[in-house]
């Protein structure tokens, strides 16, 4: 029985020619709880000895930490091994624009460490918009009634010397890497840098470029409705800007359901379905010699994942959780999807029984 299953396997492995990408929030977990028998279905997708069979990444609009971290995160959490090639993030595209930024004074904000995954992807001045606004004083006139605070009182201290010198150095870009923390401080100063061209207290027109690692209105987290998302912020800054400034708001979004995201996993996916049969098999690899003939993207949002797949077209193909933001019954009525299951179990199950692979059997 088993020689019988590992034949299959090797028969598959030569012709794998699918893939999947799995949304998080609300398919995968909710908040930092799985779901959906997300574990168990992740699980199938590898061989007993914990080898990858089948290529897969996870495609979020999420994010606020490095991929290598986030990867390491989502491996304690679901039990397998992910690679942070197969970790994309709503910003993970911002590593594209290093170029024209590299060396340039910009700004990041959000929730986790906005300018640490700036860094990583090698802009070497970055700041985080909650250290930039600390050296304008009383540019939030509201902050002394923030008891709140994200630091424990301890590891705070007095604003330092500027690392970069903000009082003169125009900021280039401005970077919204996750959802913000402080609505009302980031809308404050973001409308400052962009009213001021990059220099807060200032008058000038040239709007730097701005950046949102996505747009979702709302998400499923942990809380049982769904939460006002990175998108929602978007319109709360671009609301009052256009209300206080003569020229509109200019912004570029990244994130699914943009379909170059699509475009983007599928080089992914055939990077790691290329790297699992240049290890393995015996034939040497052909780049390129073994298109997809199906991409399967699992998500719980049909205006996100279910658009994003219908937009990038072939050869994916839309599978709708009922584990987050959609819960209909039947299929959702402006973006249906491919096929509408309870949960990424169900999921998996299905796809691995149409492609005859009879892992875990
Ligand atoms: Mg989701």
Known sequence: MREKIKLKIEINRARCNFGIAFDIDGVILRGRVPVGGSPQALRRLYLDSGELIVPYLFLTNGGGIPETKRAKELSELLGVNIMASQVVQGHSPFRNLLKKFENELIIATGKGDPALVMSEYGFKKVLSLEEFASYFESIDPVSQYKRWTTMPQSDRKEPAMPRYNVLSERIKAAFVVSDPVDWGRDIQVLCDVLRSGGLPGGANNNQPPLYFAADDLEYQAAFPSKRLGIGAFRI??????????????????????NPFVFKNAEVILSQLQSSSRQDHSKNNR??????????YMIGDNPSVDVKGAQQAGHPWFSILTRTGVFQGKDNHAEFPADLVVDSVEEAVDYILKRECIELGA
Do not use: W
Not at 289 to 294: C, K, N, V
């Open 286 to 295: 052909v780049p390129g010699s073994h298109p997809f003939e199906m991409l």
């Open 236 to 257: 709360a800054l671009e609301s009052v800007f256009n209300r206080i400034n003569p020229k509109r708001l200019e912004c570029v979004t990244y994130g699914k359901p």
